[in-house]
């Protein structure tokens, strides 16, 4: 042990305790995040795509959003990974599961690691739990099953159902609300977190087609998340996907790897509450709400178009304007 070893060691001996200041995940003020920044788009070609497999964005200090680059999942799905002072949480998983092409576990290790250097601890226990059970938030999970100081939760798991049950997930400090939020997926769970006063709704609600497959479980959640917001300060809602365009009610065409022009992924809560309005005014009625933002979708398929597959008009809708 050299001379500057030597010193370290006993100035943490001095102090009592590690080099580690734990954060105060208690503030009045939202912790500032950044979203001065655009996604990758994916390419015409996506065999001929040189950007990264996952664009990672640092949002503040302890929060941090990953993106599938488009070319190599049309769905182009967005992960977050949260840190407190004891646990890291990883939302989603993606949409590919070979590492190969999509390698997660390295990725998260990385900025893990990263975080952890900063802080002058070791890397921290992660816990993986995906907000839904779609493809496009798990298929991934395999890359984390034996990976150590790792719990997977998995939609159908015990350990999944206890956080649910439990009604929170406290990572040290930092504590985070889950609100099952069912109606699109089954298995759909939005969590609110008061430090960065952030909502993730995962598949539940995001600017793109929703698809309502239980119109009761959906009008329910979408009243959920609207009191949430009326009770909490919400500064953004992230949700898992992005398929609209910057033009006002048009989205990208099914699976397709090039998305210039996307909509901004945050929602804000007003736009939560349209949503609802929207849904309330539906009834259960088979029908297509397309709102600026996002485009609500009830007694249809996902390809309810003029393009994209599998392709399903109803009559109702099958006009030259049909989208």
Request: net charge negative.
């Amino acid at each position: 042990m050299n001379i500057k070893q030597l010193l370290i060691l006993f100035l943490v001996l001095l102090a009592g305790t590690s080099l580690f200041a734990e954060e105060d995940f208690k503030r009045e003020t939202p912790a500032p995040g950044n979203l001065r920044f655009t996604w990758i788009h994916g390419s015409i070609s996506a065999k001929a795509n040189t950007d990264v497999r996952i664009q990672v964005h640092r949002y503040n200090e302890h929060t941090y959003i990953l993106r599938q680059n488009p070319a190599i999942h049309w769905e182009a799905p967005f992960m977050y990974l949260l840190m407190g002072n004891e646990q890291a949480l990883l939302l989603d998983t993606g949409a590919t599961e070979e590492e190969v092409y999509f390698p997660l576990r390295q990725v998260v290790n990385g900025v893990l690691q990263r975080w952890a250097d900063a802080q002058g601890i070791a890397s921290p226990e992660l816990i993986v739990l995906p907000l839904g059970s779609d493809q496009s938030q798990t298929a991934a999970l395999a890359q984390f099953t034996e990976r150590a100081v790792t719990s997977v939760a998995a939609p159908d798991s015990e350990a999944r159902a206890r956080i649910v049950k439990s009604g929170f997930v406290d990572l040290g400090g930092r504590v985070l609300t889950v609100v099952s939020t069912p109606g699109l997926d089954s298995s759909a769970i939005s969590l609110y977190d008061p430090w960065a006063d952030l909502l993730f709704t995962g598949n539940a609600f995001y600017p793109g087609r929703l698809v309502i497959r239980d119109f009761d479980a959906y009008y329910e959640s979408l009243q959920k998340l609207v009191q949430l917001t009326e009770g909490f300060p919400v500064q953004h809602i992230f949700g898992g996907r992005i398929e609209m365009t910057q033009r006002p009610g048009l989205d990208h065409r099914l699976r397709a790897n090039y998305r210039p022009n996307e909509h901004a992924l945050q929602l804000e809560p007003e736009q939560l509450e349209k949503a609802l309005l929207a849904v309330r005014l539906i009834n259960g009625a088979t029908d297509i709400r397309i709102l600026d933002d996002f485009i609500l979708m009830h007694g249809v398929g996902r390809g309810a178009r003029d393009w994209g597959y599998p392709v399903f008009i109803p009559e109702a809708f099958d006009t030259s304007n049909t989208r």
